[in-house]
């Protein structure tokens, strides 16, 4: 198993990578994890690959006017460490640890996480939960996507070929806010049968905020906005989320497969977004 | 498109230089063009953890890797741990506890462990299994793995706190 050939370009600066991604079959690696086992099956097969890890700026990890701006070469376990994140969103940290493994947390990044857009997957789901923006460079300069824009199916984004992932953005949360995330699969690093993610924000002990969020039960990550808005302006207790809980099901058909069934995933779901929202309701109260 | 890339890059503290083909993965290029088959080449798609190596202080799959990546990098693979006179005191544990039987996933196993022990606080048998999940075993059902690796955190965390 060893990939065909290709030409290999190592831009060190962003000018010279949307040069070299103007090509009729190029491909950028970023961490390679997921990528470089596709060229190794021969699954993917680019003529030219166009390696931007020597691209500094695209490394930081920074505070913005409006939230945090994670560069596109953070690697999972750089993220994990960050004690910018840790301060705004530890929820990115819990997340992180059940990304694969040691090793493969190292190397991959924020922005090949993104791109490769698997329906299981901890960053995509983390965007689409904190409502995040897509920083996305072409030659006709910058724009900025929604998750809900960027995620069109699995393994499947809106970007082209010729642009590149730069950053996402994560807005900043407002103080009486939490966040937990939890996630089932088979083996430890698995990718997960069933990721939930959630965000509860109280005010006058009423649910101001509520967002929850599902890895694995469709195409892409998906928000319960039935159980959302069911629950908000509810008093903040667990009779409220119980009684709202069978609407995070609602309209829900997740796929069977070899990691799960349609029926275990459903059960799932149910458990994990109990446990996540009950964290949330534990860390307040 | 066959053609080739010079790089240059540190190995167990050796320099190296060597003319690579883009599509060379790292692994084949350190045992196939370097003579360091101590690193293993399992699954070639990241699954079995065999052929994990140190990139600039970070363990890494090196199936995951290609050979032209390495240019200026600094490695460490098992044959930097120790030798068979001079062995790591991670070997020694691994040898004390029967921690290997075919051992043909040793290797990545003794560079994961390296890691592991420098950056997580592994508190429990439980916290050593999650750390060590990215490499497989075939042969010890792991129990002596992590009984190995439980006796280098003992030894790590009196050392810490003496």
Redesign the interface.
Known sequence: ????????L?PKTLADALAALDHEDAKIIAG??SL??MM??RLVQP?R?V?I?QIEQLNQIEKTDTGIRIGALVRH?EAARSSLLAEHFPIIAKAMVHV?????R??GTVAGSMCHADPSAEWPLLVTLLDGEIEILGNSGTRSAKPFEFFLAPLVTEIEETEILTAIHLPLIANPCRMAFDEIAQ???DFAAVAVGTLVCVEGNIFSEIRLCLGGVFDTPVRAFAFENALIGQPASVESIEAALPLVLKDLEPNDDIHASAAYRLSLVSALARRVLFDTIDEMM | MSYKLKIALNVNSESFEADVEPRMLASDFLRDELGLTGTHVGCEHGACGTCTIILNGVSVRSCLLLAVQLDEANIETVEGLGTTREMHRIQHAFREHHALQCGFCTPGFLITVREILDTLPLRNDKEIREALSGNICRCTGYDHIVKAVRTLVNERDKRLNS
Do not use: C, S, T, W
């Not at chain 1, 198993?1 to 290999?8: H, T």
């Not at chain 1, 694969?100 to 493969?104: E, F, N, P, R, S």
């Open positions: 198993m060893k990939p065909a050939a290709f030409e290999y190592r390679g994890q470089l086992p190794n099956f003529e690959l390696d890890n376990a694969a493994h040691v090793a493969i190292n190397r083996r430890a690093g």
